[in-house]
Nanobody, 114 residues
């Protein structure tokens, strides 16, 4: 059975850093493109970053060099290193695979506030 479990969120001050993890089970994540998404209250879910099966990476324009997506094939895990966090980064962060998405996990809450 396919599962995605996100972790690593929390409360951080503006300018701080967090590292999110997404552990995949039931499939081999290296054969998929893996993406991080986020959803802020009252807003639609948006794409944050993607690491393609080739390991090429792509980011939303709002990231502006602050985030880095990576993967550990041995651990079937995808990471999102987030630096210089801003209050507008506050959201629930999710991961999922592409092109055939799995059921969404519970996400991990990131709150950026002084």
């Amino acid at each position: 059975q396919v599962h995605l479990v996100e972790s690593g969120g929390g409360l951080v001050q503006p300018g701080g850093s967090l590292r999110l993890s997404c552990v995949a089970s039931g499939f081999t994540s290296r054969t998929y493109h893996m993406s991080w998404y986020r959803q802020a209250p009252g807003k639609e879910r948006e794409l944050v970053a993607t690491i393609f099966s080739s390991d090429y990476t792509d980011y939303g324009n709002f990231v502006k060099g602050r985030f880095t997506i990576s993967r550990d094939h041995a651990k079937n895990t995808v990471y999102l290193q987030m630096n210089n966090l801003l209050p507008e980064d506050t959201a629930v962060y999710y991961c999922n695979r592409r092109p055939v998405p799995a059921d969404w996990g519970q996400g991990t809450q990131v709150t950026v506030s002084a």
